[in-house]
């Protein structure tokens, strides 16, 4: 059954999901989310996908979650709702995901680029977390992953006073990877996510996984897990396959085992 609210396409051993909910500005409605982590999971299970794309519209990646579904909400209605498992799931795909952003990421917009492990933004994007604007705070991530990406100063300036950064300022303060054309970000994120999808994918995932352990732990704790899984990656047949590719020059062909 098709989603109603993206349109999910592959390529390749690439899986785009694009959020499409053109009438407000892709707003992350709760419906939308339940599809969202559909796809996203469904593309993890999937053994033909290696790499998965997310991207928005030409005008808008995401304008946040859907400030109708809040509005007249109680504690008590926004506690059973329990939305943010579905951001935790997320956050727990295990294969790369890179995040295309033209214009507008704002809000849970910014949050879901922001647990994209790559971010390609267009000459047109705009990061923002204006929630303070609506009386409320950041709650998916954005006090904490922005802070990380862009140092205490910025995102101060951005979750205090709902400031707006475009796409070289991004660059500059760490948020995004590459700064591309309009007409040209998702081509180029999906020329990345096509190179990833050619690598080991054990080696991808795990990387991916020490990588953001570095959010989460100390410089020693982090060193020792990296170390244990870099010993772990002897064990698949992609590190002999990649290492006797390399000595007798040619291609290596990676099987994910
Ligand atoms: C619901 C939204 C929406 C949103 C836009 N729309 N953003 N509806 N939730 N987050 C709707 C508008 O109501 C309008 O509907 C239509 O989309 C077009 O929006 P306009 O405002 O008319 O467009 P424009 O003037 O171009 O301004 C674009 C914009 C602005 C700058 C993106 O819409 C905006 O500021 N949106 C809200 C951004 C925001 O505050 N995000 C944080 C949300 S809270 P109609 O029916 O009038 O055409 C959040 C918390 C996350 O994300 C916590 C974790 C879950």
Known sequence: MQPNHLILRR???????????????????????????????????????????????????????????????????????????????????????????????LGGGCELAMLADIIVASETAQFGQPEINIGVMPGAGGTQRLTRAVGKSLAMEMVLN???????????????????????????AMRIAEEISRRAPVALRLAKQAVLAAYDTTLSAGLLHERALFYSLFATEDQKEGMAAFIGKRKAKYEGK
């Open 11 to 105: 390529e390749g051993a690439v899986g785009v999901v694009q959020l499409h909910r053109p009438d407000a500005m892709n707003a992350l409605s709760l419906e939308l989310m339940i599809e969202l982590v559909d796809a996203l999971e469904a593309y993890d299970r999937d053994g033909d996908i290696r790499c998965i794309v997310v991207t928005g519209g030409p005008k808008v990646f995401a304008a946040g979650a859907d400030i109708r579904d809040m509005a007249e909400a109680t504690v008590a209605e926004m506690v059973r709702r329990n939305q943010f498992a579905r951001w935790e799931r997320i956050r727990n795909i295990s294969k790369p995901v890179v995040a295309a952003v033209c214009g507008y990421a």
């Open 162 to 188: 709902g400031r707006f950064i475009g796409a070289r300022e991004a660059l500059s303060a760490g948020l995004v990877s590459r700064v591309v054309a309009a007409e040209t970000c998702l081509t180029e």
